[in-house]
């Protein structure tokens, strides 16, 4: 109470106490729409790519990066002629500089078509990084940014035609002005072997360590890109899969399988693996033989955050590709807690990203209908979105970054999906 206070200054008049609160009361006010701010749920989503634009029959498999300037980078594979794996296939990009910038096309790049305007977001025209040319297929991006000084580092397998979906080369580009310029692709495969990437995106260990998930373990890099090698293999026989780093150096692989997803450890940075399990949490649609889906960590308590959390995507259904929908962890993937869907109906392929304000952006395939037809594949969307419209208000940023939100997402309100009732594609 102010009248407690026993300093000369203390209030002595009715006109001074009534200044002292008029103060208060305009300090709380311009506090104010920090707090609401941090505690509203923001959510924004709209389609990035859609099916038959820019010259593009199908688009698939997307990825999606975050600078620490913010610029966002989203990949796919840009299916020229059919939405069939392995037919003629372009990779392709789409950025955004954020909210406030204006759409300008990358320089040195080819582009298509015009400035995709989103509710909240603005992307510059599409790029075509590699194009194809006698009928093969850039497929399975995996970016990587090096923290050291920002390079993105491209991964994508190339298959050349008749295709046959087995283990390919692994051709790798480099960005050093945040995805504007790239280099001409490489091929790395010579010390990785033959391998089938991700798709997803890849991930620095705090040691440094650049690594790529494959469908049979993961390829790392020691010099900053310069040479890559293989880890070992994971017991077994699987698909695709997306690895994080654990809070005490493990790497985790989540492993596309059906039915369930399986997850396996490393405690030397993928050069072994322990024996993969199944976690029951964590359901795929048993059709399709389950679904690539995305994990990413979020906070990490050694970095000032009051948590450790880890993000999980994939579709919702245990029987089909359906509903896309977002868990969170609390124990490095031991349980999954928190879910929250994102899209009802078709969903596939996603990948997530946390920008720098600390928001969550996730891309994802969905369906469109035309004309009463429905396509599966029509569309990528980009997903705007921050903890407290996950976790329905019940889980908040407490480390600093609470008043960092962003204006430009909206306030929303989606369907929550139980956890019992959550899963992949």
């Known amino acids: 109470m102010m009248g407690d206070r026993s300093s000369s200054n203390a209030i002595t008049t009715p006109q001074t106490g009534t200044s002292v609160r008029i103060w208060i009361v305009l300090v709380f006010l311009l506090a104010a729409p920090l707090a609401l701010r941090a505690a509203s749920p923001q959510f924004e989503d709209s389609p990035i790519f859609v099916s038959g634009h820019d010259g593009i029959n199908t688009y698939r498999i997307p990825s999606i990066i975050a600078t620490s300037n913010g610029t966002i980078l989203v990949f796919c594979e840009g299916r020229r002629d059919s939405y069939v794996d392995g037919t003629a296939t372009n990779l392709v990009l789409k950025r955004s500089l954020g909210n406030s910038v204006a759409s300008i096309p990358a320089h040195g790049s080819k582009t298509a078509g015009s400035p995709t305007r989103g509710e909240k977001m603005i992307w510059q025209p599409m790029q075509v990084l590699l ?6 297929a850039y497929m399975n991006p995996v970016p990587i940014i090096d923290k050291r000084d920002g390079t993105i580092f491209l991964l994508v397998n190339y298959y050349p035609q008749p295709y ?31 391998k089938e990437l991700g798709p997803g995106i890849g991930i620095q260990m705090q040691n440094g360590r650049l690594v790529a998930a494959t469908y049979d373990g993961v390829i790392f890099s020691d010099d900053h890109g310069k040479t890559w090698k293989s ?8 698909t695709e899969t997306q690895v994080v780093e654990l809070v005490n150096g493990s790497l985790m692989l989540n492993i596309r399988h059906g039915g369930h997803r399986v997850v396996a450890l490393s405690k030397d940075g993928g050069e072994t693996w322990g024996k993969p399990w199944t976690d029951p949490a964590l359901i795929e649609p048993e059709n399709w033989e389950g679904c690539q889906a995305s994990l990413i960590r979020y906070t990490r308590k050694r970095d000032g955050s009051s948590k450790d959390r880890l993000l999980f995507a994939d579709p919702a259904s245990p029987k089909d590709r359906l509903d896309m929908t977002v868990r969170v962890s609390y124990d490095e993937g031991q349980t999954w807690p928190v879910s929250r869907l994102i899209e009802k109906g078709r969903g596939g392929y996603s990948s997530l990203a946390v920008l720098p304000d600390r928001t969550i952006a996730m891309v994802y395939e969905g369906g469109t209908t035309s004309n009463g037809v429905e396509n599966n594949f029509g569309k990528i969307s980009f997903a705007r979105f921050n ?4 976790t329905n208000g019940q889980d908040q940023l407490k480390d600093g970054h609470d008043g960092r939100q962003d204006r430009a997402a909206r306030s929303g309100a989606r369907e929550s999906v139980p956890t019992s009732g959550a899963k992949t594609e």
């Open 387 to 390: 903890l407290e419209w996950l």
């Open 131 to 136: 194009a194809t040319k006698a009928g093969e």
């Open 164 to 194: 046959q979906d087995v283990p390919a080369h692994t051709w790798m580009m480099k960005s050093h002005d945040e995805g504007a310029t790239w280099s001409p692709p490489t091929d790395i495969s010579s010390g990785t072997g033959l």
């Open 231 to 238: 880890g070992g293999k994971v017991v077994g026989h699987y």
